[in-house]
Each structure stands twice: as structure tokens, then as C-alpha cells.
């Protein structure tokens, strides 16, 4: 499994992670999202990401479930929506997260979206204090400019800014911009989340290339070089950035299967070329 060293952390974590948006959803379907998990986990996928307002908390209930036997083997993620970004509401966020995952302590702790109710000031004091308590180990951002990654490090103190969560796909090459070189001059990882683009709707943002169209003849015609998949390519691009890890979302074992076909082997110059010439840069 090929690792990722945490920005101000010393330690290492895969540079595929397992997203869980939309996990807890359904109990029909818990089985088989426990059942992926741990299958991810076994072979090498022990980042696992998960967040308070997924499924109002049900993804965490999830997860508690999958790793209750080998938690101290998993890099644990978790996030406070931008609504409890208060104080007294982060550290009760962060309690009944504790809650929902059985766990005693979280890994990584993100604000999930910048909050336009609560100062981040007062928000990052929370997270200090979460950290002097033992309850979390590493504080991040999720969603989060350049200026406001500067503001939530400044009021960190010394507690160091670790990762910035953000959306990263072949239709969202935004944080090349600006938020990608930032955080690599500062030493802060990029945790991609939606490696294959937003759900329909969501941002307003194109979703994976559709079957026949000239980006996806190009992303097949690519994979065809290689003896791999559309999604396989798009997922090795993503990770062509130093710096960056990701975080897709696996439902079943086929899809943790196909991801970690995306390792072990590098695009070559020429192609990377070629994907971009057809998922330009919206410097938007």
C-alpha cells in the first residue's frame, strides 16, 4: 500500500482512504457497508472518514460497528458540521461522536464547512482543547480558502493545521488555483473527497464522464495502454499530486477492488497531458 506522511504528525496514512457519505442511510444496507469496510481495511485501506451530519450521525454508528474490534489499527476522521462550530458545540459534537464510533479518542478532527455563525477563533479554541484533553489527536479543515486555512492555523497556536478536506475530480480542478499550492508551501495535506465527481446536482458540478462521450472515450482509451478502467485512471490522476490524499467512497467490495487498481503503476507524461486538454482548469 503506498503511504501519504501526514502533514505535523510523523505519522503515515494510506493516500486512499474510505469515505462513508451516505453510510447509515439505510439498515438494509449496513451489512454490506460494514462488510466493505473491513474488507478495505484488510487490505491496506485504514483511513476511514466519516462525519456527523452524514446520515445525521449514521455513518459514524457505522463505522463504530466496523472497527470495534481493531480500532487502534485505523486512522479515524470525523467532522463537526459548521451548525455546532460554537465552543460548548464543538466539545459536545465531539463527545457524541465518541458516542456513535464506541471509540475513546479521534485520529483526525475537521470543521466540515466554514461556519458563518461562529467565529473560527472560537471554533479552533475548541479543537485546542480537545486536544490538551486527549479526546483528539490531529485538528483539520474541511472546505475551507487559503484565508480561512490562515486564520484557523493562526488561532490553532501550536497546534499544528494538519489536512484541508476538499472536493478534487477531473470537472473540479479549482484548488489547483490557489488552495493546492498554499497548502503545500505550508505543509498542510489535501484530503480529496469525491475522486469521480459530485452526485448529480451537488454544486452544480458535472459527475463522472458519461459512457460515449468524448472525455470518457478519451479516460477508456487511456486505461486500454495500461489494462485498466476509466475510474482507475481518473483515481491515479487525482493521486499524481504530491501531497494529496483521497477519500472515495466503496460501498461494496468490487468498488474498494477497482480503487486499489489505481495504485502500483504511474501515467505517463503524455496522457496526463492528454486528460487535461479534456478537463481543462475552471479558474472560476
Known sequence: ???????????????????????????????????ALRFGIENGLTLIDAA??????????????????I???VFLVTKVSAKNCSYKGVLRAAEASLDRLKTSYIDLYLQHWPSDQYDVSETMGAMVELVNKGIVKYVGVSNFSTDLMEEAQHHLGKVPLVCNQVGYH????????????????????IMGYSPFGYAPGVFGMKGFPKIGSPERNALDSIGAKYGKTAYQVALNWVLRQEGL????????????????????????????????????????
Open 1 to 35: 500500500m503506498r503511504l501519504h506522511k501526514l502533514a505535523n504528525t510523523g505519522i503515515s496514512v494510506p493516500v486512499i482512504g474510505q469515505g462513508t457519505w451516505k453510510f447509515g442511510e439505510d439498515k438494509h444496507r449496513e451489512k454490506d457497508e460494514i462488510e
Open 170 to 189: 477531473l470537472n473540479d480542478r479549482s484548488i489547483e488555483s490557489d488552495v493546492l499550492p498554499f497548502a503545500k508551501k505550508q505543509g498542510i495535506t
Open 245 to 284: 490524499i483521497t477519500i472515495p467512497k466503496a460501498a461494496n467490495k468490487e468498488h474498494i477492488v477497482d480503487n486499489l487498481g489505481a495504485l502500483g503503476w504511474e501515467l505517463q507524461k503524455e496522457d496526463i497531458n492528454d486528460i487535461e486538454i479534456h478537463f481543462p482548469i475552471d479558474r472560476r
Open 52 to 69: 456527523e451530519e452524514y446520515a445525521n450521525g449514521g455513518s459514524e454508528i457505522v463505522v463504530g460497528k466496523a472497527i470495534q474490534d
Open 71 to 73: 480500532r487502534n489499527d
